[in-house]
């Protein structure tokens, strides 16, 4: 089966950087484009970017651009997202999601990351 | 980009009454259109994928319907673990905007 394992909570200071992780299993890793999500605290969801695992092409929310880089290993099929610069605001959970039947039918299980000085 | 409103933004309703989430997007999206349900410390769960297609596993209550610009999502009898907050989401232009969501409790 599909499964999704994202990396634990990170604390960071403003003006840091922090690199999540996401361990694929259960399906062709290069097949399908590994997206990134985030919802703040209280807040909806927010689309970030994605990333093909094939070819290393990745595609940015105008918001992020700048501040996110996405990367894969497809040795150990594992997605990353680096988000640089942090602020409070970036406070939030951010899942990492995939799809085989549509854009996002998997999802990890969310990695907190918390920005406080 | 590409706006989603989505409408209402919170609703409350009883066990057994028809529900409906309402989505429509600023511009046509060809029918590429998923509905997720997100519980309390979970991640979102896929209901509905391109419009009407029910996900594997999701109980056939759940419904959606629409076409172009405007969505419609429908529980046909609520029961009491629907309570959670839903989500549309476009993925016919990228950035794969989500709607604001709906939150649904019970009445």
């Known amino acids: 089966q599909v499964q999704l394992v994202q990396s634990g909570a990170e604390v960071r200071k403003p003006g840091a950087s922090v690199k999540v992780s996401c361990k694929a299993s259960?399906?062709?890793?290069?097949?399908?484009?590994m997206h990134w999500v985030r919802q703040a605290p209280g807040q909806g969801l927010e689309w970030m970017g994605r990333?093909?695992?094939?070819?290393?092409?990745?595609n940015f929310a105008q918001k992020f651009q700048g501040r996110v880089t996405m990367t894969r290993d497809t040795s150990i099929s594992t997605a990353y997202m680096e988000l640089s610069r942090l602020r409070s605001d970036d406070t939030a959970v951010y899942y990492c999601?995939?799809?085989?039947?549509?854009?996002?039918?998997?999802w990890g299980q969310g990695t907190l990351v918390t920005v406080s000085s | 980009d590409i706006q989603m409103t989505q409408s209402p933004s919170s609703l409350s309703a009883s066990v057994g009454d028809r529900v409906t989430i309402t989505c429509q997007a600023s511009q046509d999206i060809s029918g590429y259109l998923n509905w997720y349900q997100q519980k309390p410390g979970k991640a979102p769960k896929l209901l509905i994928y391109d419009v009407s297609n029910l996900e594997t596993g999701v109980p056939s209550r759940f419904s959606g319907s629409g076409s172009g610009t405007d969505f419609t999502f429908t529980i046909s009898s609520l029961q009491p673990e629907d309570i959670a907050t839903y989500y549309c989401q476009q993925y016919d232009t990228l950035p794969y905007i989500f709607g604001q969501g709906t939150k649904l409790e019970i009445k």
């Open positions: 990333i093909s695992p094939n070819t290393g092409g990745t």
């Open positions: 259960g399906y062709t890793f290069t097949g399908y484009y």
């Open positions: 999601a995939t799809g085989t039947t549509t854009v996002s039918d998997y």
